[in-house]
């Protein structure tokens, strides 16, 4: 069982950067990829970005390309989320997600989650 907890969230205005962190309690973590997702009140649940194992390798939805940028430290079983330049439409509960597959952008394949962090970005 993985167990992952998001922290980093908050109220921000636009043009402002946030890191996001998740935990996770597992003793094989660098055999998990791991996700990014959001979801806006009244959305789906869209995918933000995702990184392999090692942290070598990531993938990210083109609305966040150049802006976001995901990294892990698998020596403290923690992946990050640097958001840069936000805007008032990046305003979601961000999730953190761990799967076995990478790339992968479906929610349905990641086989755990974290409980979310919000993000809020004023105008």
């Known amino acids: 069982q993985v167990q992952l907890v998001e922290s980093g969230g908050g109220l921000v205005q636009a043009g402002g950067s946030l890191r996001l962190s998740c935990a996770a309690s597992?003793?094989?973590?660098?055999?998990?990829?791991m996700g990014w997702f959001r979801q806006a009140p009244g959305k789906e649940r869209e995918f933000v970005g995702a990184i392999n194992w090692s942290g070598g390798s990531t993938y990210y939805a083109d609305s966040v390309k150049g802006r976001f940028t995901i990294s892990r430290d698998n020596a403290k079983n923690t992946v990050y989320l640097q958001v840069n330049t936000l805007k008032p439409e990046d305003t979601a509960v961000y999730y953190c997600?761990?799967?076995?597959?990478?790339?992968?952008?479906?929610?349905?394949?990641?086989?755990?989650w974290g409980q979310g962090t919000q993000v809020t970005v004023s105008s």
């Open positions: 997600a761990a799967s076995r597959g990478y790339p992968v952008t479906l929610s349905r394949s990641y086989d755990f």
């Open positions: 597992v003793s094989a973590f660098s055999s998990y990829a």
